[in-house]
């Protein structure tokens, strides 16, 4: 499946909740989110510029693979695979088990919206300031930044880990 995303650096949280509302955006409560990445140890899922994330988010626990970051044009697109697992630990060990090792581990806290086709998420990792990624169509991503009364110029296409180091801090491991 494509995932087709943009992000917003630096915003005001409570701004964009007002705007989301207002817009009729259904809000979801916020959970801190855990997240760990794998690797075998020559790297190459990193080396292949891939990822194999596990990830809890509140109840709900989801394995993930994404494929190479595709800039087209102004979005970044992945194919990325994703299922949902019962148990965060159990699984972890399997991962462990078939050699795999941690080599990300990373809190954060979200906020999710859905509004029309669009997910909305606010993040907030520890250690830099509060963005948004939004994820749907191109075309629907563009009419919602709209909305939100921002330009397509004021995007990014970085990744979580990216935004990490355009901010100066330890992208592998973030906890509050």
């Known amino acids: ?92 060990e399997i991962i462990k088990r078939l050699g795999l090792k941690c080599i990300k581990h990373r809190e954060k806290k979200r906020t999710h919206f859905i509004l029309n086709k669009v997910k909305i998420e606010i993040d907030k990792f520890p250690n830099i300031p509060t963005y948004i990624e939004i994820e749907g169509s191109k075309k629907e991503i563009e009419k919602t930044i709209k909305l939100l009364g921002f330009r397509l110029d004021q995007t990014t296409t970085m990744t979580a880990t990216e935004v990490l180091k355009y901010y100066g801090v330890n992208e592998n491991y973030q906890k509050f």
């Open 1 to 92: 499946m494509k995932e087709i995303e943009l992000k917003i650096l630096n915003i005001n949280k409570n701004n964009i909740i007002k705007k989301l509302l207002k817009l009729g955006a259904k809000k979801f409560p916020q959970n801190l989110v855990i997240e760990r990445h794998f690797d075998f140890e020559d790297q190459r899922i990193k080396n292949n510029k891939q990822l194999f994330r596990l990830r809890k988010l509140g109840n709900k626990v989801e394995l993930a693979f994404k494929d190479k970051k595709i800039k087209e044009g102004n979005f970044r697109v992945h194919e990325e695979i994703e299922t949902t697992i019962q148990n965060f630990d159990n699984m972890e």
